[in-house]
């Protein structure tokens, strides 16, 4: 049976700043995530993508509206609780550079007071679904790109959240990099059957990884249209020669494309 | 020839070659300091000797350090020592103390900072040895004043270092440690205080350095032992064999606590990469 994890309803985000008129940031979003899948948001650059996560997760209030989690029992009856465990893996890393790997990966565990053994073997099998075994003692400034992010991702996994927000996860890696990495998710959320909520700017990106796509329009940002992507999984980056793939690129660009060029003149 | 030797033959111009490199990757360049020291005073003792210069105005290199022995044998001049760098330490020490504390109040709260301003504001440009009249009058000559010197020197640049180094601390810590479930206190704890730890370590140098300077320029006005007084003393009654030693002693001095700031320095940045 399929539910809803996170279902946001009216949200408005507006923001002052300094010497230039009030922003709308987002005005009256209204969507749903379903629980067990990766929805994917993509939209032009400034049009508080970023911002609708930062409310999701409840590290900024919004002006107006409502974000609901929602618990299933397994039979299908939906109840609306207490907000989920959640993690969110950030576009620029955020580890702490004065950590090693293994106590940036604990550092969640440590904040809420995990015993310290504990924690230690929780976060080395993190780091180890990562592929990062054998690194536990290195400090991010010794790490490339990928490798930090992957350290990012077991920071986040080890609290074995509910629900994982990805900020633009791969925004900050090279072609390459990326592309590997997005195959590494794609198998690690397909074996975790997680809510993933993942902000991008790029649509191979939004449909590879994702069950939904949510567009959004340029600021003040809006929902333009919410696609469900039916390719079968597990994928590979091979998916991405079909023709259906091909087919969503197109629609989704074609949404996206006024909306570039208006983010682009404002 | 084997193949065995072979190998090992290889294994060994591989280990020869990889020991070249870690020979250039040390810094090949820390014998030029001490040797163009050693050049100077090789001059300086020969220029003396040759133009014959009186010593009453520059004594030789070598008269310098007997007469800095002879203190320590017959004047008790690590009495001197020992009191001068109590004094320096002690100031050192309640400035930290009082600096990074409030500095991290101030960085961390706007009301603080508000308050505490205007204060700073108005002490800071004071030139601290022009509050040797106050302090003599409310401490007198002693330990006391000195430290008390001392510790206003050393406050302001640890104080505003630590309000840097807090200020500064980057927004995405802050941000991933509260989607973590950090508390206010685990976020100053955990993230803002080590985040600020380079910006306050840079502020202890620089105190330490204030601290050396005001203890020994109080002494030379007012104290009757510390290497400042009797350096003035030695002054007053032209032995100026005696004024070099202690010179020399307060440039062994300097040099030694520098060096061992460097270390302690690399112990806490051992984080960035090399």
């Given amino acids: 049976m399929q539910f809803e994890a996170i279902s946001i309803e009216g949200l408005s985000h507006r923001f002052l700043s300094k010497n230039r008129s009030p922003t709308v940031a987002l005005n009256d979003v209204s969507a749903q995530f379903p629980a067990g899948k990766v929805t994917s948001i993509v939209g032009p650059s400034g049009c508080g993508k970023s911002t609708l996560l930062l409310i999701m997760r409840g590290l900024v209030e919004a002006t107006d509206g409502k974000v609901r989690f929602l618990y299933g029992n397994g039979s299908g009856k939906l109840t609306a609780g207490a907000a989920p465990r959640m993690a969110t893996v950030w576009q620029s890393f955020n580890l702490l550079p004065w950590r090693t790997v293994i106590d940036n990966v604990a550092f969640g565990l440590e904040l809420q007071g995990v015993p310290v053994a504990e924690r230690r073997e929780r976060a080395i099998s993190a780091i180890k679904a990562v592929d990062l075994a054998g690194f536990e003692q290195h400090y991010p400034g010794q790490l490339s790109g990928g490798m930090k992010q992957r350290v990012g991702l077991a920071r986040g996994i080890v609290m074995s959240p509910d629900i994982l927000f990805l900020d633009e996860p791969f925004g900050a890696l090279d072609a390459q990099t990326r592309l590997y990495l997005q195959e590494q998710l794609a198998e690690l959320v397909e074996r975790s059957a997680k809510t993933v909520i993942l902000i991008t700017h790029s649509i191979e990106e939004a449909i590879f990884l994702g069950d939904r796509v949510v567009v959004m329009t340029a600021r003040p940002g809006k929902i333009a249209a919410t696609l469900d992507i039916d390719l079968p999984r597990p994928r590979s980056f091979e998916v991405q020669k079909e023709k259906a793939f091909g087919d969503l690129f197109s629609e989704i660009y074609g949404l996206l494309r006024d909306e570039v060029r208006k983010s682009m003149l404002s | ?274």
Wanted: aromatic share 8%; proline share 4%.
């Fill in chain 2, 1 to 274: 020839m084997t193949q065995v030797e072979q190998s090992a033959r290889a294994e060994a111009e591989t280990s020869k070659s990889m020991q070249k490199a870690e020979v250039r990757l040390r810094d090949d360049t820390w014998w030029y300091g001490p040797v163009a020291m050693a050049l100077f005073l090789v001059f300086w003792e020969v220029g003396v000797r040759v133009g014959n210069v009186p010593e009453v105005f520059l004594p030789r290199p070598s008269l310098v350090v007997v007469t800095l022995y002879e203190l320590f044998a017959y004047k008790q001049l690590a009495y001197d020592l020992v009191v001068t760098l109590y004094r320096i330490f002690g100031g050192f020490v309640l400035a930290a103390i009082i600096g990074i504390g409030l500095g991290l109040l101030m960085g961390m709260s706007r009301r603080i900072y508000a308050i505490c301003d205007i204060f700073i504001a108005a002490i800071y440009p004071v030139p601290k040895i022009a509050l040797l009249p106050l302090l003599v009058i409310w401490l007198g000559t002693g330990n006391a004043f000195q430290i008390a010197l001392s510790a206003l020197g050393c406050i302001f640049p640890i104080l505003i270092n630590t309000i840097i180094g807090v200020r500064q601390c980057d927004e995405g810590l802050i941000l991933a440690a509260r989607d973590l479930g950090a508390t206010q206190l685990q976020i100053q704890r955990k993230v803002v205080l080590p985040a600020a730890v380079p910006a306050i370590f840079g502020g202890l140098r620089l105190a330490l350095g204030i601290s050396i300077i005001l203890v020994v320029a109080a002494e030379m006005q007012t104290a009757r032992y510390g290497l400042g007084a009797k350096l003035q003393l030695a002054g007053q009654v032209l032995e100026t064999g005696q004024v070099f030693a202690i010179l020399l002693l307060l440039a062994v001095m300097g040099i030694a606590l520098t060096k061992a700031q460097d270390r302690i320095g690399n112990i806490v940045d051992r984080w960035r990469a090399r």
